[in-house]
T-cell receptor, first 111, second 117 residues
Framework: DVKVTQSSRYLVKRTGEKVFLECVQDMDHENMFWYRQDPGLGLRLIYFSYDVKMKEKGDIPEGYSVSREKKERFSLILESASTNQTSMYLC??????????FGQGTRLTVV | AQSVTQLGSHVSVSEGALVLLRCNYSSSVPPYLFWYVQYPNQGLQLLLKYTTGATLVKGINGFEAEFKKSETSFHLTKPSAHMSDAAEYFCAVSEALAGAGSYQLTFGKGTKLSVIP
């Protein structure tokens, strides 16, 4: 079974903190994604990566950055967390045009 | 650019009744289409997918969907709802990104299904 593992299920951080969300996949997929999910807005793409050290902005990249130093790991970084970044964050991976596999999600609260 | 529209953010059905969740898409090329299900505080799980070939596709838990190119639709159905079907459902379309060597996966806003006993 494909596994996409997000490092935390729940996180509480303070405004202004630097926050790292980690995601690891075990299926050697080329493509990895970070989405943000908010009620009524569905899933919105923050960043994606189609190769090591490659990244592309999605629909809502402001306030976020990413890192992909190894093929299996894709990190989302909130440089200075703000309350409007309180959300559910979902990591996914896929191989070319196949289905995406998702992690369990990280529910981040910024206070 | 591709987009996905799910009609109805919330659908309620009685247990045993037909489930119909609507999805329309726009895409400049023949798309690959997906339905995902999300249970509370979980990630998304694939229900079914259409790539090429037969336009009626069957998925897990008794769900199926039909790709209708002329209507740009990919509606999800299940003949008889069960209490365990209560969840949020997302339709998604995949399209190649020109020049990037990758594929964009775009989601609809989701439909929350409630099943009434």
């Amino acid at each position: 079974d494909v596994k996409v593992t997000q490092s935390s299920r729940y996180l509480v951080k303070r405004t202004g903190e630097k926050v790292f969300l980690e995601c690891v996949q075990d299926m050697d997929h080329e493509n990895m994604f970070w989405y943000r999910q908010d009620p009524g807005l569905g899933l919105r793409l923050i960043y994606f990566s189609y190769d090591v050290k490659m990244k592309e902005k999605g629909d809502i990249p402001e306030g976020y950055s990413v890192s992909r130093e190894k093929k299996e790991r894709f990190s989302l970084i909130l440089e200075s967390a703000s309350t409007n970044q309180t959300s559910m964050y979902l990591c996914a991976s896929r191989d070319s045009n196949t289905e995406a596999f998702f992690g369990q999600g990280t529910r981040l609260t910024v206070v | 650019a591709q987009s996905v529209t799910q009609l109805g953010s919330h659908v309620s059905v009685s247990e045993g009744a037909l489930v119909l969740l609507r999805c329309n898409y726009s895409s400049s090329v023949p798309p690959y289409l997906f339905w995902y299900v999300q249970y509370p505080n979980q990630g998304l799980q694939l229900l079914l997918k259409y790539t090429t070939g037969a336009t009626l596709v069957k998925g897990i838990n008794g769900f199926e969907a039909e790709f209708k190119k002329s209507e740009t639709s990919f509606h999800l159905t299940k003949p008889s709802a069960h209490m365990s079907d209560a969840a949020e459902y997302f339709c998604a379309v995949s399209e190649a990104l020109a020049g990037a060597g990758s594929y964009q996966l775009t989601f609809g806003k989701g439909t929350k299904l409630s099943v009434i006993p």
